[in-house]
């Protein structure tokens, strides 16, 4: 008996190893283009930066019999590598480099029932340079989603080839002002610049983005309720004169500290935690997506718009023509991480959690 339990022990520690290290395996990713470079080119050599915070994966596969960590050997190398190959073939070149400075990249596709839904985010600046000065051209940061009967690297791809030949495509910039230091701390420049990045927030209500960035909250005289169970709510009251609870907060402030935890608003009555997550703010917000019950067509969506946003939804309407699709993509409310720009204050979708 002790021998047969023995063996059913061990037996479970091997199919936990083998689970673990399935989580975990690594499928890497080889950026391929989807097209090539025609007509005047406005740049004729390529550098890739990479600043991700997190350069250890690109994010997470679970479909197409695939089923890991995807990541790429070398992202600037892979990056650059797609990028000249696409100019090879390319006349005329101009004498400008295109320097591409990638602040995030992440591919992410989940299964709900027997529907597939990728995304693919990308945050990027391009700038055309000459002589070590540069301009920027491009600034990108856009989730985009869609029902995906393809790996989600080949989609990946496609995205990908679309962002270069819009860099491409522009006319020259009429200066070049940025030095290669100057331009890489540009958000570190907007961040000192703005109290809730380097300094404790204050506890209180901030009723605008302004507030929030100056960390200057309004009032402190709010009523905090938590409820957990199955209600698991975070609401938000103002203190009436008598001291009690007065009309609920949710429709009128952007942020709140509690002295302990930053919430946003969630829907109209309640409030969900916002993080800080290295240099940057994270919330929950419900908005439009594809309605992932129910889609019929092979698109793209420019989710949080940026400017290849109109590029992306051109090319998925061309792609639906050509595969005779007609029905439009139904949208639904659907759960995304978003990102507080600090550049502009507004916030970005980066991942969709449902």
């Not at 479970?12 to 673990?20: D, E, I, R, Y």
């Not at 939804?313 to 639904?332: E, G, H, L, V």
Request: glycine share 6%; hydrophobic share 40%; with cysteine.
């Amino acid at each position: 008996m002790l021998r047969l339990l023995t063996l059913l022990l061990l037996c479970s520690l091997l199919t936990l190893s083998a689970l673990s290290a399935s989580a975990k395996k690594q499928i890497f990713w080889t950026i391929t283009p989807t097209d090539t470079l025609s007509g005047n080119i406005s740049f004729g050599s390529v550098r890739v930066i990479d600043q991700r915070e997190d350069k250890s994966n690109l994010g997470t596969v679970l479909g197409w019999g695939k089923k890991g960590v995807l990541t790429a050997d070398s992202l600037p190398v892979a990056l650059k590598h797609m990028i000249t190959t696409m100019l090879r073939t390319a006349q005329p070149k101009a004498e400008q480099e295109l320097l591409v400075v990638v602040k995030a990249i992440t591919l992410t596709d989940f299964i709900k029932t027997v529907r597939t839904v990728g995304s693919v985010y990308l945050r990027i600046d391009w700038y055309l340079g000459q002589q070590d000065r540069y301009a920027l051209a491009l600034q990108t940061d856009s989730l985009y989603e869609f029902p995906a009967p393809s790996p989600i690297d080949l989609l990946a791809d496609f995205f990908l080839t679309e962002s270069v030949k819009e860099a491409a495509a522009l006319a020259p910039p009429a200066a070049y002002t940025l030095r290669l230091p100057e331009l890489l701390a540009t958000e570190e420049q907007v961040r000192a610049q703005q109290p809730i990045y380097k300094a404790a927030p204050g506890k209180g209500i901030y009723y605008t983005q302004e507030q929030f960035r100056s960390n200057s909250p309004q009032s402190a005289d709010f009523i905090y309720k938590h409820y957990t169970g199955s209600l698991y709510l975070d609401e938000f009251y103002l203190k009436n004169e008598k001291g009690k609870r007065g009309r609920n907060l949710a429709d009128t402030a952007y942020a709140i500290y509690n002295g302990e935890k930053w919430f946003r608003p969630y829907t109209e009555t309640d409030f969900k935690e916002m993080k800080r997550a290295g240099n940057d703010f994270y919330y929950y917000a419900i908005q439009k997506g594809i309605h992932i019950e129910d889609y019929s067509a092979v698109a793209g969506a420019g989710a949080s718009g940026g400017i290849l946003g109109t590029l992306i939804s051109t090319a998925a309407a061309k792609a639906m023509q050509d595969r005779q699709y007609r029905k439009p993509i139904p949208m639904a409310d659907a759960l995304y991480r978003m990102r507080i720009d600090p550049v502009t204050g507004k916030g970005k979708r980066v991942e969709r959690l449902q």
